[in-house]
Nanobody
Framework: QVQLVESGGGLVTPGTSLTLSCAASRSIYDIGAMGWYRQAPGKQREAVATIARGGNTNYVDSVKGRFTISRDNVKNTVSLQMHNLKPEDTAVYYC???????????WGQGTQVTVSS
């Protein structure tokens, strides 16, 4: 199956911004919908944002207005722009196909985002 590599995480202070990137080993257009997911300490993994093949997006309520998911079907990348980061955004962030995310399968390494003062 497709290999997905997340990058861009780090340690930031509240109110700042960070952009995560996901590089896919094959056509994400062929795969279809993609998503970003996160798992905070002691919490279950949740879908943060999804983006359909044609660009329609969905966001979890807690990030609406702050995060933006985008995709480049030529470069086979999916990005997550995160603004006004809050401590509760601290989590390991994962990229996955929406189908696999829904099935809770085949998670990669993820990238750590830590928001702390």
């Amino acid at each position: 199956q497709v290999q997905l590599v997340e990058s861009g995480g780090g340690l930031v202070t509240p109110g700042t911004s960070l952009t995560l990137s996901c590089a896919a080993s094959r056509s994400i257009y062929d795969i279809g919908a993609m998503g970003w997911y996160r798992q905070a300490p002691g919490k279950q993994r949740e879908a943060v944002a999804t983006i359909a093949r044609g660009g329609n997006t969905n966001y979890v309520d807690s990030v609406k207005g702050r995060f933006t998911i985008s995709r480049d079907n030529v470069k086979n990348t999916v990005s997550l722009q995160m603004h006004n980061l809050k401590p509760e955004d601290t989590a390991v962030y994962y990229c996955n196909t929406a189908a696999l995310g829904l099935m809770n399968k085949y998670w990669g390494q993820g990238t750590q985002v830590t928001v702390s003062s």
